[in-house]
């Protein structure tokens, strides 16, 4: 059955896990892993535009991942200025609009150029809004936001930080995906995920392609949200609730 509009999330976030698997799997090495995995979040960005989804959050490198052999991070670097460089225009023809959410701060010259010129390139459209978390931690980012607060001497309420934060500029995950079948949150968005509806997929992110989205998208369809409310207050009289407002 096709979902209703209704059903569709209007923001889905996804680690995007397993491209080492996947890769090992293969004999080839992890890196060859990655490259497929951007060739999966091509696909998987058009897929989501074509359903309607609003905003697409993805992690493509945590703050723990520099933990990693020197080779694989400068690897990832590599592909990512690459993959900015190949397919921001198209991405931009597609009315994509591409942010970049993490810590500036160790990133290197060309990499940190390359995410604010996809910026700057796709700043006007309004399609889809394609967050990509890179050297993003859920942690840094609250401690990041209170800094900021704190700085600026302003008080630190649920609503501040939340405005402080790396995702401010879209509503929260409705849809939480994470791929490679591991059942954790690695320090993806630990503040914005409060309320969101999680689906952990075994498949490897190289293989996450449109039936599975469409799984993922159904399995939420499917679910009752209920924001600390009981179920017969969801179900009656009004069929929609909102989520928790933010403490000012
Ligand atoms: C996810 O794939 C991509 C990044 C963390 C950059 P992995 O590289 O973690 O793949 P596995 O988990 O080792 O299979
Ligand atoms: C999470 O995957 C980070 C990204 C997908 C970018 P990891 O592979 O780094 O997570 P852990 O280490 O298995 O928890
Ligand atoms: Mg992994």
């Known amino acids: 059955m096709q979902p209703t509009t209704a059903d569709i999330p209007h923001h889905i976030a996804i ?3 397993g491209n080492g698997r996947w890769a090992r799997q293969r004999f080839l090495p ?16 058009r897929a989501c535009a074509a359903r309607g989804v609003g905003v697409l959050t993805v992690f493509a490198f945590s703050s723990e991942n520099w933990n990693r052999p020197a080779d694989e991070v400068s690897g990832l670097m590599g592909l990512l200025a690459k993959a900015l460089a190949r397919e921001v225009p198209e ?15 160790g990133l290197s010259d060309s990499v940190r150029r390359g995410l604010e010129q996809a910026e700057q390139l796709t700043a006007g459209n309004t399609r ?15 401690a990041q936001a209170a800094a900021a607060l704190a ?17 401010a500029h ?18 993806f968005l630990l503040w914005q995920a409060a309320y969101s509806e999680f689906f952990f997929s075994p498949r490897f ?5 449109e039936a599975a989205l469409d799984e993922a998208i159904a399995s939420y369809g499917a679910r009752e949200r209920r924001f600390g409310r009981t179920s017969e207050q969801v179900r009656s009289p009004a069929p929609k609730v909102q989520p928790v407002a933010l403490r000012a």
Not at 30 to 45: I, K
Not at 128 to 142: A, K, P, T
Not at 173 to 187: A, F, H
Not at 205 to 209: A, K, T
């Open 91 to 105: 991405l931009s023809r597609d009315g994509v609009c591409v942010r970049f959410v993490g810590e500036k701060a």
């Open 205 to 209: 992110w190289p293989d996450f392609d």
């Open 15 to 17: 680690v995007m896990d």
């Open 30 to 45: 992890r890196l060859a892993g990655h490259a497929q995995g951007v060739e999966s979040l091509r696909r998987c960005v």
């Open 170 to 187: 879209v509503p929260d995950p409705d849809l939480v995906i994470r791929t490679g079948g591991e059942m954790r949150i690695s320090n």
């Open 128 to 142: 889809l809004v394609l967050n990509v978390c890179f050297n993003y931690g859920g942690r840094w980012d609250i």
């Open 151 to 167: 700085a600026r001497g302003e008080p630190i309420t649920e609503a501040s930080l939340h405005a402080a934060m790396g995702l």
